[in-house]
Nanobody
Framework: QVQLVESGGGLVQAGGSLRLSCTAS?????MSWFRQGPGLEREFVAA????????NYADSVKGRFTISRDNAKNTVYLQMNSLKPEDAAVYYC????????????????????WGRGTQVTVSS
């Protein structure tokens, strides 16, 4: 079993920045961030492959968010810049403990471990 713990959420003004972190209790491979706004379905935000060399982003966050990872620390990060009110949501970290190589996983069903989420609130 792998446990994921997110941190870094909070309240920020529109245009501001936050950096989310997610630390895994064990070895993980592909990792991603998803988010779920009030009354909305959980949606993909960003994914990174196991070696950290390849990333993918939802169109809504491209150019503003950056996903990265430090495998020595079993941690994935999400740097969020130029935040907008519509970015407000609970952000969830997801991880897969099987090695898919360079493949990026962007679907909820492709992940077998999830964190509990961290709240991001953006004031206008």
């Amino acid at each position: 079993q792998v446990q994921l713990v997110e941190s870094g959420g909070g309240l920020v003004q529109a245009g501001g920045s936050l950096r989310l972190s997610c630390t895994a209790s064990g070895r993980t491979y592909a990792m991603s961030w998803f988010r779920q706004g009030p009354g909305l379905e959980r949606e993909f935000v960003a994914a990174i492959n196991s070696r950290g060399g390849i990333a993918n982003y939802a169109d809504s966050v491209k150019g503003r968010f950056t996903i990265s990872r430090d495998n020595a620390k079993n941690t994935v990060y999400l740097q969020m810049n130029s935040l907008k009110p519509e970015d407000a949501a609970v952000y969830y970290c997801a991880a897969q403990n099987s090695d898919y190589g360079s493949r990026l996983l962007i679907r909820i069903a492709e992940y077998n471990y999830w964190g509990r989420g961290t709240q991001v609130t953006v004031s206008s």
